[in-house]
């Protein structure tokens, strides 16, 4: 499975970013999705998870009400739109597929990584 992030960028504070992921080398239906974020110094953090046909979204308490998660199993693509976007949103973000259970939330469960798309919120 290869994923692919885009999106990234710098944007100011209260502003929007929208990141997507496109997806290949497997049956993209058959993945749980995931968003996660790192910043510099910082444990990595779940952002956004979302389930096989879409209809369950996850959301990290930080980004709750702010982002939301969406994929289309036409395109193979997962995406993530941000929102009201803060200072302490500034991480590289990556995608990441799930192929099995466990907690969604739980980046130990994710089978694939993309290579992460910066993202930087100015003040």
């Known amino acids: 499975v290869q994923l692919v992030e885009s999106g990234g960028g710098l944007v100011q504070a209260g502003g929007s970013l929208r990141l997507s992921c496109a997806f290949s080398g497997g049956t993209f239906r058959s993945y749980r999705m995931g968003w996660f974020r790192q910043a510099p110094g910082k444990e990595r953090e779940f952002v956004a998870g979302?389930?096989?046909?879409?209809?369950?979204?996850y959301y990290g308490e930080s980004v709750k009400g702010r982002f939301t998660i969406s994929r289309d199993n036409t395109k193979n693509t997962v995406a993530v739109q941000m929102n009201s976007l803060k200072v302490e949103d500034t991480a590289v973000y990556y995608c990441a597929a799930n192929r099995g259970y466990g907690i969604i939330t739980d980046g130990r469960n994710y089978d694939s990584w993309g290579q992460g798309t910066q993202v930087t919120v100015s003040s």
């Open positions: 979302i389930n096989w046909g879409g209809e369950y979204q």
